[in-house]
């Protein structure tokens, strides 16, 4: 794309996020029961996943991105997806089944 025409990539990733959270918003719209309980614990979380998690896999990313070639950088988004698809597909513990089954007389 940038071969034959000038993009602002800060344009162009914004343009994709707003595109991209509209069927998020959506979903959100149409699944929502009640808001968090705003605990210290909740906002603790909160707060370091959004700006601390965040933040580092930011600039790891953007370090990957300028120091690695395309085909590792592609490899490495290859694994965080497969990484990200095998904890979506995890079972939560109430649907695990005990790994020792009571005995029963």
């Known amino acids: 794309m940038q ?12 343009w994709q996020m707003t595109i991209g959270s509209l069927p998020l918003i959506l979903l959100a719209v ?3 029961s009640g808001g968090p309980d705003w605990t210290v614990g909740f906002v603790w979380g909160l707060a370091y996943t959004v700006i601390l998690a965040n933040a580092v896999a930011w600039v790891l990313w953007l370090y990957a991105l300028r120091a690695l070639s395309a085909g590792a950088v592609g490899a490495l988004a290859v694994l965080a997806a497969r990484g990200l698809a095998a904890g979506w597909r995890q079972p939560s513990p109430a649907e695990q089944e005990p790994a020792v089954q009571p005995v029963t007389d």
């Open 30 to 32: 149409l699944t929502y």
């Open 3 to 14: 071969r034959r025409h000038h993009v602002d990539v800060l344009s162009l990733t914004t």
